[in-house]
Every structure is written in structure tokens, then in C-alpha cells.
């Protein structure tokens, strides 16, 4: 993306708040949508995998709200990323 296209800023799902503060470039490349749902998506198999060795509940809801934001977010990329090509591919 080059500096002169306008930003496409679309809300995460998980703004939990009255007004959204977080938002995604939906005009970013394909491939740092990609890189960024990969990212998220990854953390949160990371932190499943670390509820394994959690050591009491508290533990466990701390791990579980950090692993329901980081897939909102990755699902959010990951969406905007297939609109973005299904938009290219009716094109051709």
C-alpha cells in the first residue's frame, strides 16, 4: 500500500466499549492482513497450550478472555482478507 491511498478503518468486533478505539486498515496489503491474523491466530494457540500448565482458575479466565481477543481480532483480519479477495477475483 502506498502512503497516498486512504485507510479503510473498519472496527474490531471486540471494542468493548460505546465508541470503537480499535479498528484494521481494510485497504492494508493482503499479506500484512495475512501476517497479522497468522500473529493473533498463533498467540492464541500458544496461550491454549499454556492452560495446560495453569495453576489455578484465575489462571484460567485470565488465559481464556487473552485467547477470545486475539482470535475476534484474527477472525476480523481473516474476514476482511477474504472480502478483499473475492473483490479481486470478481474483478478478473
Do not use: K, W
Amino acid at each position: 500500500m502506498t502512503r497516498t491511498e486512504i485507510c479503510n478503518l473498519v472496527p474490531l468486533t471486540r471494542n468493548d466499549t460505546d465508541h470503537p478505539v480499535l479498528y484494521l486498515d481494510a485497504n492494508a496489503s493482503l499479506s500484512d492482513l495475512y501476517t497479522c491474523a497468522q500473529q493473533r491466530i498463533g498467540a492464541a494457540r500458544n496461550l491454549l497450550e499454556i492452560l495446560d500448565c495453569a495453576s489455578g482458575a484465575q489462571d484460567v479466565v485470565q488465559i481464556r478472555f487473552a485467547i477470545g481477543l486475539l482470535l475476534s481480532d484474527g477472525c476480523d483480519l481473516l474476514r476482511t482478507l477474504g472480502d478483499r479477495t473475492l473483490a479481486l477475483n470478481a474483478r478478473c
